[in-house]
């Protein structure tokens, strides 16, 4: 059983920062490209991040790029998300997913293609 946990959301202030992390158990969690995804309320569930499985090669939505850092220690099977300069607009639940296939790189962004999902966890910026 895979099981995907989130956690490091809550309230902070625009130009603040938070640190998100998804600890992942019940699969290889190192064959796999990782994600972060969120959704904002009454709005679609939208790509932020994405990284390969290795870490080498990292994707960013444009409305976050230079302002979060998405990371992974493979050693203790968990994947971050680094997000300064935060935004009002940036409040949503944040959920972190696994790729389907093993070893790629985390270009794809689709929904489709994760199929493990964290249970998300909220992040309001207020201004």
């Known amino acids: 059983q895979v099981q995907l946990v989130e956690s490091g959301g809550g309230l902070v202030q625009a130009g603040g920062s938070l640190r998100l992390s998804c600890a992942a158990s019940g699969r290889t969690f190192s064959r796999y490209a990782m994600g972060w995804f969120r959704q904002a309320l009454g709005k679609e569930r939208e790509f932020v991040a994405t990284i390969s499985w290795s870490g080498g090669y990292t994707y960013y939505a444009d409305s976050v790029k230079g302002r979060f850092t998405i990371s992974r220690d493979n050693a203790k099977n968990t994947l971050y998300l680094q997000m300064n300069s935060l935004k009002p607009e940036d409040t949503a639940v944040y959920y972190c997913?696994?790729?389907?296939?093993?070893?790629?790189?985390?270009?794809?962004?689709?929904?489709?293609?994760?199929?493990?999902w964290g249970q998300g966890t909220q992040v309001t910026v207020s201004s």
């Open positions: 997913a696994s790729d389907t296939v093993p070893f790629n790189r985390g270009e794809v962004r689709t929904l489709s293609r994760f199929d493990y």
